[in-house]
């Protein structure tokens, strides 16, 4: 679709979800340096999702198409089986594999029940355009 066709919609969250969801973008080193508006927008654009304690959230080599933030719950990050790391609420995962147009780098498990919010591709690199073009059409 083009850039002009992408409609954003937005989901309901409570101030403290969209705290935590702001706050996780701009921790996060890959996204800091976007615009307030930016992250603003990604953020009211995450739909809710929650999964199963064990449930695999992201297969190590799959294509990736959504970037996630935890909100309640804990993940576990490993690479050919073995674990690189455990991440807790408040953190961006799952962003490699969109920023970067590569394979999912890692296999993210669930230690727990976990709640999480969501972004697709699209909306996500919609977002991320839409700003260049009104950079661009200041000059
Ligand atoms: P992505 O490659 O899209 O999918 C797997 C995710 O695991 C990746 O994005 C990162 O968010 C996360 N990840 C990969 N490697 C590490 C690491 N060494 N430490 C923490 N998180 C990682």
Known sequence: AKLTDVTLTSYLKTK???EL???ALMNNDFMKHLEHGQILTIMDCMYP???SKGCCVIQEGDDGSTVYVLEEGMVEVTKQGKT???IGPGKVFGELAIL???TRTASVTALTDIKLWAI???NFQTI???SGVIKHSQY
Do not use: A, F, P, W
């Open 16 to 18: 403290e979800s969209g």
């Open 21 to 23: 969801i702001q706050k």
């Open 49 to 51: 999702t929650t999964l």
């Open 84 to 86: 690189l790391c455990t």
């Open 120 to 122: 697709d591709r699209q």
């Open 128 to 130: 991320m355009m839409r």
């Open 100 to 102: 970067y147009n590569c």
